[in-house]
C-alpha cells in the first residue's frame, strides 16, 4: 500500500534521489526535496513542506516494520506474483467491490493508489513526482492530489437491489423442545418453574383469606332466638275488629255483556241476605243476561240474585245461596257522636278486603246522591267519616267500636271528575237506622213505601234563617190538605230544623206513611204551624 505525506513518493532505499536525505525507518526511505521556485511561465506548483523525521528505534522496526521480503502494502501471493508481468505484489484477494467503489478513484483514472515503492520514474508514474503538469487536470486543480482539498460525501456504496421479504414469525417451540431440546437454557426453565410456584402460592394465601372472610360474615348454623309475641291485640283493637267482620263483608262483581263493575255487600241474615247499595246493583236489574257474584273473603265465589231495590234510597238487597254464612252484628246509628272510631270495609278500586279507619266527623249531614248512569234518585242523611272511602267501596259496612255495622258506605266528595275522583277525606254512609227497615222492607216484600209530603222546594235563606220554600204544591197531596201553599218557607218538620230543600226530603222519609206531623212555616213574615197526614208515594 502506498504512503502519501505532503506530497513525498515512497522509493527504495538503494535509489535516494538526488538532493535528498534518506531516513531509514519502518524499512522505507523517505525523500525530502527542497523547494523549487515557480516558474513565473507556467501554474504555480506545490512543494512538499520540509520534514524532519527522528531516527527510528530497531525495536519499534522490529515489532512494527514489514516482514522480511515485503516491500507493498499486502502480502504477496503463494506463487509471488500477479501474473499481470509489472512486478507488483498482488494481495492475497482482492478487496470487497464495495469497498473498491467506494475508495478507488473514479471511473477512467489509470492510476492507482496502490502502487508500491518502484524506481523514480516520470511524473504521475509510479515512483515518480507526487505532483506533476497535467494540461487537462493541473496538479492544484487535482483533489486527489492536493492535501488542502475539503472533504466531500461520495455517493453511497451500491446495495443490492434485490427486495428481500420480512421475515416472517419464527418457529414456535414445542414442549418437548421446551424440555429436551436443549434451546432452552436449563437455568431460564427453573427460573420459571420458581415463578409458577410463587404465582401459585400467592394465589392460594389470596383465596384463603378470601374465604376467611367471606365466611366472618355468614354462619351456616345461626338461629335467631324465639320470642313471645310481641303484638297485642286486645279485643276492641282494629285487627279484632278487622278479623270479627271481614267474613261477612262481600265483594260483589257485576257482568252484563262485555260490562262489568264492582261493589261491596254485607251479610245481614243467615238466609243469605246481603245489603249492598242501589248503584251497585241496578246495571244488572236492567241488563239482560246479566249476571251477579258475590266473593267472600275465604275466596269462595256464589251467583247472587236481586231481592228487592230502592233507588230513593240508594239501597238493595241480594242473596247469595251459602249455608251458615258468618253474619254481621248490626248496631244502631242513633247512638253515634261526632268523634266516635269506625272502620270501612269493603273492594275500593277492586282490592277486596281493604280496611280503613277513621272517625265520625259529622251526623244527619243531607247528600244528594249522583245516579252515576243508574236509576238511583236519593238524598240520604248521611254519617260523615274520613275514614278512606272510594269507588268499589259502595255498599260495604261502616262498623263502630264494637264491630257493629253502624252505616253502608255510598257515596264520598272529591275534587276529581267522574272516574278521577278520589277519597279527600270526606265519605258518607247511610245511618244503619234507616238501611235497616228499608232492607226488612225489601226482604219481605220486596219493595218499599215512603212518606211523602206533595211539594217541590228550593233552599233559601234571609241571611238569619235558613229553610225550603215550596214552588208548588200537587194537587190532593198531605201538603194541600194541610193548608201549605207556593211561596210558604218550610223551617221545621215535627222536631227537625229545615236548612234547605234537601233536608225537606229526608225529614219527611224519616217518618211513615199515614203519619200525622206538625210542620212549622213562614208566610208572608208571619210564623204559621199546621198539621199535615203523610201520604205514601
Do not use: C
Amino acid at each position: 500500500m502506498t504512503d502519501e505525506h505532503d506530497g513525498a513518493a515512497d522509493t527504495p532505499a538503494d535509489a535516494p534521489a538526488p538532493g535528498s536525505s534518506a531516513v531509514e525507518g519502518s524499512g522505507r526511505h523517505h525523500r525530502v526535496e527542497p523547494s523549487e521556485p515557480v516558474p513565473a511561465s507556467g501554474p504555480p506548483r506545490l512543494a512538499p513542506r520540509p520534514l524532519e523525521r527522528p531516527p527510528v528505534d530497531p525495536g519499534e522496526t522490529s515489532v512494527f516494520g514489514r516482514p522480511t521480503g515485503v516491500d507493498g502494502g499486502f502480502a504477496p501471493q503463494r506463487n509471488g506474483a500477479d501474473g499481470s508481468g509489472n512486478g507488483r505484489i498482488a494481495a492475497t484477494a482482492p478487496p470487497p467491490a464495495a469497498l473498491a467503489a467506494a475508495f478507488s478513484r473514479s471511473p477512467g483514472e489509470g492510476t492507482d493508489l496502490q502502487r508500491p515503492p518502484t524506481p523514480a520514474g516520470p511524473a504521475g508514474e509510479p515512483g515518480g513526482p507526487a505532483f506533476w503538469d497535467d494540461a487537462d487536470k493541473p496538479a492544484d486543480a487535482d483533489p486527489w492530489r492536493n492535501p488542502a482539498s475539503p472533504v466531500e460525501l461520495g455517493e453511497p456504496a451500491p446495495g443490492d437491489d434485490e427486495v428481500r421479504p420480512a421475515p416472517g414469525p419464527g418457529a414456535r417451540l414445542s414442549v418437548r423442545e421446551l424440555l429436551f431440546g436443549r434451546r432452552v437454557h436449563p437455568r431460564a426453565l427453573i427460573l420459571l418453574a420458581v415463578l409458577a410456584l410463587a404465582v401459585g402460592a400467592v394465589g392460594g394465601i389470596v383465596g384463603r383469606l378470601t374465604a376467611d372472610g367471606a365466611q366472618t360474615l355468614t354462619e351456616p348454623g345461626a338461629t335467631l332466638t324465639s320470642t313471645s309475641e310481641s303484638k297485642e291485640r286486645p279485643p276492641g283493637s282494629v285487627a279484632d275488629i278487622a278479623a270479627r267482620v271481614l267474613p261477612a263483608v262481600v265483594s260483589i262483581e257485576i257482568k252484563v255483556g262485555d260490562q262489568g263493575g264492582t261493589g261491596s255487600g254485607v251479610v245481614i241474615d243467615a238466609a243469605g241476605y246481603v245489603l249492598t247499595n242501589n248503584h251497585v246493583v241496578s246495571p244488572a236489574a236492567q241488563g239482560n243476561g246479566a249476571t251477579i257474584e258475590a266473593i267472600f273473603s275465604n275466596g269462595q265465589r256464589v251467583p247472587a240474585q236481586i231481592v228487592g231495590r230502592d233507588p230513593k234510597t240508594d239501597l238493595a238487597v241480594i242473596k247469595v245461596g251459602v249455608a251458615n254464612p258468618t253474619v254481621a252484628q248490626i248496631g244502631s246509628s242513633s247512638s253515634l257522636a261526632v268523634g266516635d272510631g269506625v272502620l270501612a270495609i269493603g273492594s275500593p278500586l277492586g282490592l277486596a278486603g281493604t280496611v280503613t279507619d277513621g272517625i265520625v266527623s259529622a251526623l244527619n249531614r243531607p247528600v244528594r246522591l249522583d245516579g252515576g248512569g243508574s236509576d238511583t234518585n236519593a238524598v240520604i242523611d248521611a254519617i260523615q267519616t274520613d275514614a278512606a272511602i272510594n269507588p268499589g267501596n259502595s255498599g260495604g259496612p261502616l262498623v263502630d267500636s264494637t264491630g257493629a255495622v253502624v252505616g253502608i258506605n255510598t257515596a264520598i266528595r272529591s275534587l276529581g271528575q267522574g272516574s278521577e275522583g278520589g277519597s279527600i277525606g270526606l265519605g258518607f254512609a247511610i245511618p244503619i237506622d234507616d238501611a235497616r227497615r228499608i232492607a226488612e222492607s225489601l226482604i219481605r216484600d220486596g219493595s218499599v213505601k215512603h212518606a211523602d209530603l206533595g211539594v217541590n222546594a228550593k233552599s233559601v235563606t234571609d241571611g238569619t234563617t235558613d229553610g225550603a220554600q215550596v214552588q208548588n204544591v200537587v194537587a190532593g197531596g198531605s201538603a194541600a190538605a194541610a193548608g201549605i201553599v207556593e211561596g210558604d218557607v218550610i223551617l221545621k218538620v215535627g222536631e227537625r230544623t229545615i236548612a234547605g230543600a234537601d233536608e225537606l226530603v229526608v225529614a219527611v222519609r224519616e217518618l211513615a206513611p199515614g203519619q200525622s206531623v206538625p210542620i212549622e212555616i213562614v208566610r208572608d213574615g208571619r210564623p204559621l204551624t199546621v198539621t199535615a197526614v203523610l201520604a205514601s208515594d
